[in-house]
């Protein structure tokens, strides 16, 4: 109960901590990005109007601490300000329609790279010294070493300009309705292959050696060189004694994974010109508009700290270990 508590109390104050970072960054920045747009309407707009839409922005000149207070109220609300580069359009409607892309194709991409890496590295490890063994990690390394933004280039070059087999991007056919119905699943789905096909390589070396170095680790205990000398099967062997505990720290990876998966791979998203966080968060970047960054940092933020914190539990679960001694300490 105690190691709970103590997980908890960590998730609080790190929410805390990057909510106000969140809050002060900007603010410390040099210039003011509203100003170039404010001034595209100088002439145009009464003064009234014109602190209207500053008071909009929460560009006041009222304390600090009441723009903080202001700030906290806004992301409780879901009132993450307006939009500097699609003005007036909300931050959070532009999350709310660029974040489901991005869980798709990101998230998609993670969980199968994960779910086969992991399979490869056990069983390269079990067969050390083979074939697989001498030529899967090393050509996975290989694939993983290259910028995912060239193997993106050269899989739209080849695939989709020469061969014409897939779309040059986007995320959907532009003739097609976007809705819950089967020709935009399709055409969704069909968009997306070659992102995530950029995504899987670009991962996959990773889940591969670390459950494979880990496995080697685990062989080596005296519990499973105990139960093979007693004659235990080696499927059982494998999987019962040694994959169960070497994938543990292949768990923390995948909490960090998943939580990196709300910032998107921004840019495999930028050349397939896919409509997820990862491009809005280019886009922003570019245009200083500064309140979808600073939302975008902050789902970022949440996403891993809540990752991280869903690791601790699960952790704390499958080895007793970790709990007891977060209740000693």
Known sequence: MRYLINRLIFFVLSLWAAVTINFILPRLMPGNPAQAMFAKFQGQLKPEAMAAMKQQFGLTDEPIWDKYLSYLQGLVTGDWGLSFASFPVPVSSIIEHSIPWTIFLVGGATVISVFIGTALGIYVSFK?????????????????????????????????????????????????????????????LFHSILPGITLFFGGLSGWLIGMRNNMIYTLGEDYVVFAEAKGVRPTRLMFSYAARNAFLPQLTSFALAIGHVVSGAILVEVVFSYPGIGSQLNDAVLSQDYPMIQASFLLIAVAVLTANLIVDLLYARLDPRIRTGGADS
């Open 128 to 188: 050390r010294q083979g074939l697989l063994d001498s030529t899967l990690p090393i050509s996975s390394m290989a694939l993983q070493a290259m910028p995912h933004f060239f193997v993106a280039m050269v899989l739209i070059f080849v695939f989709a300009f020469q061969l014409g087999w897939f779309p040059l991007g986007k995320g959907f056919s532009i003739d097609v309705m976007p809705g819950f119905h089967w020709d935009f699943i399709k055409s969704a």
